[in-house]
């Protein structure tokens, strides 16, 4: 919720509008006073960081009320407040709803009580709402602000109780968050690779008490030392009787006499440092909450900021409100598939998850974290469409060296929270090795390939159909799914890897931030992965609230150098005293880290001193992200639903033939969906020199990261929302009549 405060605040004030904190929620509003109060650029500094929210929020009965929404429109008409953004869950967003349809009826009361001037000048009030909600439970939006956060809680908590289950051989049974949704129990479930789920949307069929203990003999009896079962804590079964933890519990004792454990994380999940995707979705919603505001008329109806794919769009508020509250109707009415239905697309697929041919795996490039949960969503589907499922080691060179055995559902248990690549894999392109492959898909009678990889994933994929004329042994199925940290794949907004990175990155920059608060004065220049793609740089830039990002895309040079350090000296003479400079390690071959740290150092000399910190490889490692854990289990069970598609399709004549090039595809996320692209159409949008796509999407976040730092600079949104037009905005110098 901070970083979507701050980029309101700043946001609002690049505009010329002033803007205003409302503390404590409604209650803030009704009471007026101090809670209610100017908002400065420095008032908003160093909340990225920040769990929960700095400016309060508290619950309102008065404002249920009309003498409670009566004062409140006072209070905003006394400070010219023509603007809201209302950032919370679909009761916040209803009674913001209801507040701007009484407006007209509120300032005719506050007229009659002699208050013209002020009323004159406030005619109009425009709500623009944002949903903040760790359940993730609003819909016509993909993720809520704090979801990503809440998950990054759950899975830590998990992965510590997993070192002891193992070691002890013990059930573990985790109580989520989630009385009326069960988003949170159920990724979290993916995430970690659990052997139950319970969750409000889906209560289990009778007879589920015996199918689960069943399930989790057979595991025991296959030597697997842990079980995980997560609960939501709204879960039910079809005769709405509560399933509670401690049901559980007593039950696996009872049949199995497994050790078992309870823990509930409770408001554990709400609390801790924001995630990186948090930041910037709060970043990127704040902004186009503000930039709605602007373009709000008198015919405009409320609107919600929400994330569809990867663009940031606005949806009628209430036409959102009105869906969420279907889905609770529905659950109450026991029509919990048609439930599942309204929750959104992601949903139904989280669910249907935990319900021949030969199909190969492997990785590709450089080790992405979310690499281990991708193989294993792809094994466990394909093994449930019916397929024999193969694992390659060590990319192609594995291949072709005929590295190459068959592997089963168990094989891939206690994958997903892995980092790196636990099949191995290399960089090395298959070019080389044609005949050998092609060999090798003969031996093993492989009927098609996934592959999941970076850069050097995408090239082999496009000599392999190019040699399909040569070889008749390539004549099949073929996709790639992007995982690499560098976020560089052509045909794909996000790669696995790329969001784990980034919370490395972002972790890193708040840690030397803090490091800073006791010696002021001090700038910080890191540098990040990436090759020439300034992904991780800019974004991590971003999430980071950094004041500089240096990237090979947008060329830079020495009045560029100079400008920046005269941005910095002039922000030392505030109360924000300490910088942070990102730079892409191949952002320029002259003007390397060590020279912008020089530069910096004699520049700044008398008035802030600098540190250098190149984050390398550690980048790389750890464990993966709940985002990149999750991306990757949808992203790869929707590739091997492909492959078996296209399977089928081709198969003629007692054998599978594939050689057109829609059989050798990219599966990416393009704006707001997942896509399959042909790799030979790719090919022209294709920086092959320095590895990246010609064009990339970020690159039009560098403005607002620029606006959110105090850079005076145009910000185009033609991309942005529901427009149809281009618009740029320009800061102004002057406030505007406007109040947010």
């Not at 209610?36 to 160093?46: D, G, K, L, R, T």
């Not at 009678?445 to 999941?452: Q, R, S, Y």
């Not at 984050?615 to 790869?636: E, V």
Request: glycine share 10%; aromatic share 8%; hydrophobic share 40%.
């Amino acid at each position: 919720m901070n970083a979507a405060v701050r980029a309101v605040v700043r946001m609002g004030i690049y505009v010329g509008a002033k803007v205003y904190f409302i503390h404590e929620g409604y209650q803030g509003m009704v009471d007026g006073g101090d809670n209610i109060e100017e908002a400065s650029w420095e008032s908003v500094s160093s909340m990225l960081q920040v769990g929960g929210t700095v400016i309060g929020s508290a619950r309102c009965k008065e404002f249920r009320t009309h003498e409670g929404r009566l004062k409140a429109a006072h209070n905003l008409v006394e400070r010219g407040i023509t603007n809201l953004c209302v950032i919370g869950g679909d009761g916040s967003l209803t009674g913001a709803n209801l507040f701007r349809e009484e407006w007209s009826s509120l300032l005719d009361e506050l007229l009659q009580k002699g208050d013209k001037e002020a009323v004159r000048s406030n005619s109009e009030l425009h709500i623009v709402g944002m949903v903040g909600s760790i359940d993730n439970d609003f819909c016509g939006t993909d993720m809520t602000i704090g979801t990503d956060s809440a998950l990054h809680r759950i899975i830590e908590v998990v992965d510590a109780i997993m070192t002891t289950a193992q070691s002890h051989q013990r059930t573990f049974v985790l109580e989520v968050m989630g009385r009326h949704c069960g988003y949170l129990a159920m990724v979290s479930a993916l995430a970690c690779g659990a052997d139950w789920v319970f969750i409000p949307e889906m209560p289990p069929e009778d007879g589920w008490e015996d199918n689960m203990c069943q399930k989790l003999s057979e595991n025991r009896a296959d030597k697997k030392r842990l079980n995980i079962i997560i609960v939501a804590e709204g879960a039910i079964d079809h005769h709405n009787k509560p399933i509670t933890p401690d049901y559980i519990k007593e039950l696996v004792v009872r049949c199995l006499g497994f050790d078992t454990r309870v823990t509930i994380l409770g408001h554990v999940q709400r609390g801790g440092t924001p995630s990186a995707f948090d930041r910037i979705l709060a970043s990127r919603m704040g902004v186009e909450a503000v930039l709605a505001l602007l373009e709000a008329s008198a015919s405009t109806p409320a609107c919600v900021v929400s994330l569809v794919g990867n663009q940031a769009v606005r949806l009628p508020l209430m036409e959102c409100v009105q869906m969420t509250q279907e889905v609770q109707k529905a659950m109450d009415e026991k029509r919990f598939e048609e439930a599942v239905r309204l929750r959104g697309r992601y949903f139904g697929f989280y669910v249907y998850y935990f319900s021949s041919f030969n199909v190969a795996v492997l990785n590709v490039g450089a080790p992405a974290a979310g690499m281990n949960a991708a193989v294993r969503s792809a094994v466990r589907v394909g093994i449930t469409e019916g397929h024999k499922m193969f694992a390659v080691s060590d990319g192609f060179e594995g291949f072709s060296k005929g590295q190459i055995k068959e592997i089963k559902w168990g094989d891939v248990g206690g994958w997903t929270g892995q980092g790196g690549s636990l099949l191995g894999t290399k960089r090395t392109l298959p070019g080389k090795h044609l005949d050998k492959i092609a060999e090798q898909m003969k031996i093993h009678n492989i009927n098609a390939l996934l592959v999941i990889g970076g850069f050097e994933a995408y090239v082999g994929l496009l000599e392999l159909s190019a040699a399909r004329e040569k070889y008749e042994e390539l004549c099949v199925p073929m996709v790639m799914v992007p995982a690499t940290v560098s976020n560089n794949i052509p045909g794909s907004d996000l790669s696995i890897g790329s969001d784990t990175a980034l919370n490395a990155i972002t972790d890193t920059c708040d840690r030397i931030k803090q490091s800073a608060s006791g010696t002021k004065r001090r700038v910080f220049i890191i540098e990040t992965m990436g090759g020439y793609c300034g992904y991780l740089a800019t974004v991590g830039g971003l999430a980071a609230g950094a004041d500089a990002v240096y990237i090979y895309e947008e060329p830079f040079d020495i009045r560029d150098l100079q400008a920046n350090v005269e941005h910095l000296t002039e922000k030392m003479k505030t109360s924000i005293q300490r910088g942070l400079v990102l730079r892409n390690e191949n952002s320029n071959e002259n003007f390397t880290t060590d020279f912008i740290y020089q530069l910096y150092s004699e520049e700044g000399r008398g008035v802030f001193d600098c540190r250098k910190n190149i984050l390398g490889h550690m980048q790389q490692g750890g464990a993966p992200s709940p985002f990149d854990r999750n991306f990757g289990t949808k992203i790869s069970a929707k590739a091997m639903q492909w492959i078996t598609r296209t399977l089928k399709e081709s198969f003629k004549g007692g054998r599978v033939f594939a050689n057109s090039e829609d059989t050798a595809c990219l599966l990416g996320m393009r704006r707001r969906a997942l896509v399959f692209q042909p790799v030979a159409e790719l090919r022209d949008e294709t920086d092959f020199v320095h590895r990246i796509p010609k064009e990339q999407w970020w690159l039009k976040l560098r403005p607002l990261m620029k606006i959110l730092a105090k850079y005076k600079t145009s910000y185009d949104v033609s991309d942005s929302g529901q427009l149809e037009h281009v618009t740029r905005f320009q800061p102004k110098d002057s406030n505007s009549s406007s109040a947010i």
